[in-house]
């Protein structure tokens, strides 16, 4: 499996004090790691398009600013665009991700950020998206108490894949010793953990063509 053979990488944890206690997640073996192949990336990587649109149906982001989390190469941008979203702001970690993302599709309504989203200025977003990547948080739970401020008052949250949990956790399950412990919660578990975090939980499916959960 090619995700298998590419990641293999070390997990390092930085704690700050400031106001209690703030974790940053960086891990700059993976982020070599995408920057070396972020050229051939789209190559490897396939989204269904229908699921995507499936997906973003229940997000209403026209006219309102939004972060992608996570954002690779950009596989939402045409998405939000098509549905009118004021801007566009594309974060990831990995800077070569974010300059093929940025060939791709430009400055207009879109601003690239590279960096920890846990750590983003921003905001607030009337949508953060997290499409493909939930399952790579350290800390699942504190992510979403941290990501809480960046979602602007009646705004939402998104938690996304374009399959289903079982195969997103088998692929992990297979994958190397980097990713083999990163899984999806189960979907109630994910709503407890998004209510203890002050969400309301909305919409949502869970079946073996889409993960999904909208939180306000």
């Known amino acids: 499996m090619w995700w298998s053979r590419v990641i293999h990488v070390r997990r390092v944890l930085w704690y700050t004090k400031k106001n209690g206690t703030q974790v940053k997640w960086m891990n700059q073996e993976q982020k070599a790691f995408f920057d070396e192949r972020a050229a051939g990336w789209d190559?490897?990587?396939?989204?269904?398009?229908?699921?995507?649109?499936?997906?973003?149906?229940?997000?209403?982001?026209?006219?309102?600013?939004?972060?992608?989390?996570?954002?690779?190469?950009?596989?939402?941008?045409?998405?939000?665009?098509?549905?009118?979203?004021?801007?566009v702001v594309?974060?990831?970690?990995?800077?070569?991700?974010?300059?093929?993302?940025?060939?791709?599709?430009?400055?207009?309504?879109?601003?690239?950020?590279?960096?920890?989203?846990?750590?983003?200025?921003?905001?607030?977003?009337?949508?953060?998206?997290?499409?493909?990547?939930?399952?790579?948080?350290?800390?699942?739970?504190?992510?979403?108490?941290?990501?809480?401020?960046?979602?602007?008052?009646?705004?939402?949250?998104?938690?996304?894949?374009?399959?289903?949990r079982a195969a997103i956790n088998a692929m992990h399950r297979e994958a190397d010793e980097a990713v083999c412990r990163d899984r999806l919660p189960p979907m109630a578990e994910l709503h407890s953990w998004l209510r203890a975090a002050g969400y309301g939980v909305g919409w949502w499916r869970d079946d073996e063509d889409i993960f999904a959960v909208v939180a306000r």
């Open 43 to 87: 190559e490897h990587v396939h989204h269904d398009e229908g699921r995507i649109r499936a997906i973003l149906a229940h997000v209403p982001v026209h006219g309102l600013p939004v972060l992608d989390v996570g954002c690779g190469t950009g596989v939402l941008v045409p998405h939000l665009r098509r549905m009118g979203a004021s801007l």
């Open 90 to 164: 594309e974060s990831d970690v990995s800077p070569n991700m974010l300059a093929v993302n940025r060939a791709k599709h430009g400055d207009e309504g879109v601003r690239y950020a590279c960096g920890d989203a846990l750590t983003h200025e921003g905001g607030p977003y009337g949508a953060v998206l997290m499409y493909s990547m939930f399952p790579h948080f350290e800390d699942q739970r504190a992510a979403l108490r941290r990501l809480r401020r960046l979602v602007a008052p009646g705004g939402c949250l998104l938690i996304a894949h374009g399959q289903g």
